[in-house]
């Protein structure tokens, strides 16, 4: 079981793929409801593309960090 990983990075991608289309759709919903002058209606869509795109940049966010972690202890 230790030598068994969780995510896998195919998962991980596939996790990744699934936020960034539902991402561009609740994107796709901001605009159209900006459009039609629902204004309360587009903020809440705004405010959903807004999260699931911070949750979407998190895995290269968390290498990044990693690497310069990792060149801290070395110096």
Same mark, same amino acid.
């Given at each position: 079981?230790?030598?068994?990983? &969780?995510?896998?990075?195919? /998962?991980?991608?596939?996790?990744?793929?699934?936020?960034?289309? $539902?991402? @561009? !759709? /609740?994107? &796709? @919903?901001?605009? @159209? !409801? =900006?459009? /039609?002058? +629902? &204004? %309360? +209606?587009?903020?809440?869509?705004?405010?959903?593309?807004?999260?699931? =795109?911070? &949750?979407?940049?998190?895995?290269?966010?968390?290498? @990044?960090?990693?690497? /310069? %972690?990792? %060149? $801290?202890?070395?110096?």
């Amino acid at each position: 079981m230790n030598d068994h990983k &969780f995510f896998t990075k195919r /998962s991980i991608q596939l996790c990744r793929l699934i936020l960034l289309a $539902a991402t @561009l !759709y /609740s994107g &796709f @919903l901001f605009a @159209l !409801y =900006l459009w /039609s002058g +629902e &204004f %309360s +209606e587009a903020l809440s869509h705004l405010a959903t593309t807004m999260l699931l =795109l911070f &949750f979407w940049s998190l895995q290269p966010l968390a290498k @990044l960090v990693q690497k /310069s %972690s990792a %060149s $801290a202890k070395q110096q």
